[in-house]
């Protein structure tokens, strides 16, 4: 069990090195111009061999995550941002080229899309991640190892895992990783007040490897269970996904509007002022 903890740490640890030393791969698609200073990355989790999640009716985790990704682009569009999409096809990216292609197109934000799942059916709500080394709970736990697709890695501090928790440690104290938790805090309180009904299941700190790297506010938003067979259907229909995806959008707006009131440090380097 060491060794396998001691080998994944050291994965998640060269996703932070890969990305900011600004890696990216050539699959940006869905770029959308209209407010150049402002640049949103949307990052529709899974795809290709990676479906993620499959829900009791056979709905899978990356077309759901897609279909989202790609309403909530066009919901931003018509509000003037700048949007990118990490993919928009069925295709799968490496992880650390999420956060590495965010971080070379000097995004402001940076949002992956994913549905949950759980053993029980009955499992349902919203819940909304930003990055720390320390898991908030169990749960969230469970859910960071799934969408890593790989072994649970983080324990709390031991010796195997200390390099990677001084790395994750020192992001804590930067802007970026400050304004991640009103950042998700925003999008779930929309989301909340939107779309879905359901459990509100909190916003919740976990090692996500996809939002390993970013240098800009990131989060991951669950939107609700694929393995809850009422979610499954709202996840899957036209009417549900415009609902999550304009809630998301909103959000974001919410978010970036707070900024226009004052000066703050967002994104790879950028300062926005309003004066």
Not at 226 to 250: C, M, T, V, Y
Request: glycine share 10%; no cysteine; aromatic share 6%.
């Amino acid at each position: 069990m060491g060794g396998m903890v001691r080998r994944t740490s050291f994965i998640l640890a060269a996703f932070l090195l890969l990305a900011f030393t600004g890696r990216a791969g050539a699959f940006v698609v869905g770029e959308h111009q209209a407010e150049p200073d402002y640049v949103v990355v949307i990052d529709p989790g899974h795809g290709g061999d990676d479906t993620g999640a499959i829900g009791p009716g056979g709905i899978e985790e990356k077309e759901v995550a897609l279909s989202l990704a790609l309403k909530v682009a066009e919901a931003l569009k018509s509000s003037g941002l700048k949007v990118i999409l990490t993919r928009a096809d069925d295709r799968f990216i490496p992880l650390e080229d999420r956060t590495a292609f965010a971080n070379s197109n000097g995004a402001d934000l940076f949002i992956s899309i994913h549905a949950n799942a759980a053993a029980s059916r009955d499992a349902n709500g919203i819940e909304t991640f930003f990055l720390n080394f320390e898991a908030t709970d169990e749960d969230a736990r469970r859910v960071a190892a799934f969408e890593n697709n790989a072994p649970l890695v983080v324990k709390r501090a031991g010796e195997e895992s200390s390099d990677l928790k001084d790395i994750l440690l020192d992001l804590e104290n930067t802007g970026a990783h400050h304004e991640s938790s009103r950042l998700a805090e925003a999008v779930h309180l929309s989301m909340l007040k939107y779309s879905t009904g359901g459990e509100n299941r909190g916003v919740k700190q976990a090692p996500f490897a996809v939002l390993v790297g970013a240098t800009m506010p990131a989060i991951l938003v669950e939107s609700g269970f694929i393995s809850n067979p009422g979610e499954e259907k709202r996840l899957a229909s036209d009417k549900g996904q415009h609902r999550i995806a304009r809630s998301i959008a909103e959000g974001i707006l919410g978010f970036k509007k707070s900024f226009e009131k004052g000066d703050s440090f967002v994104g790879t380097g950028k300062k926005t002022s309003k004066n």
